[in-house]
């Protein structure tokens, strides 16, 4: 037992619901038309998200468990500390609400390559090289999205008040 650690359990968890959720897509009903059966998608995400899930469980068995884990928690005491501790995770939410608040107005193209563009400088840091990196990542990144859902899967897209629509 002293290779089970945290790790170890959330994959046992995702691998596990990730079982319940194949299982229920052979409830998804099947129409009398159409080449692709609807729960075909459902389960190339699942397969993918099992494969990458049981990955995850091999890599936990092996490290065992960690000697921080070992140690009692130091979580944070102050408020500055526990900003500092959680500073990634809130700016990750505050930025999504941002695209969410941006997406009426922006669309889905020009909000998704701000957001991207932010996270990046957020996480990444703000010098000026790093800028262009950020920007080309969020411009190949969004537009291959866009371009993938608009074009081949004929998906219509959030366009947002500025650019009316492609």
């Known amino acids: 037992m002293d290779r089970i650690n945290r790790d170890v359990v959330i994959a046992a968890v995702l691998l596990l619901f990730c079982g319940v959720f194949f299982w229920a897509s052979f409830d998804i009903r099947q129409p009398d038309y159409g080449v692709l059966l609807p729960s075909t998608w459902p389960r190339v995400i699942l397969a ?3 494969f990458l ?9 092996r490290a065992g468990v960690a000697e921080k884990e070992e140690e009692a928690d130091d979580r944070p005491g102050s408020i500055a500390e526990w900003y ?10 505050a930025l999504f609400l941002g695209y969410l608040l941006a997406l009426p107005v922006l669309g889905m193209l020009l909000s998704g390559i701000l957001f991207v563009f932010l ?17 080309a990542v969020a411009v190949l990144a969004i537009g291959s999205v866009w371009s993938l859902f608009t074009f081949a899967l004929g998906v219509l ?8 629509a492609f």
């Not at 959030?158 to 009316?164: K, N, Q, S, T």
């Open 119 to 135: 996270l990046l400088g957020f996480m990444g840091g703000w010098a000026p090289r790093d800028l262009v990196m950020h920007a």
């Open 157 to 164: 897209l959030p366009p947002g008040m500025i650019i009316p």
């Open 84 to 93: 500092a501790y959680w500073r990634n995770v809130i700016w990750c939410f």
């Open 53 to 61: 899930s049981m990955i995850y469980l091999i890599q936990s068995l």
């Open 48 to 50: 993918a998200l099992t």
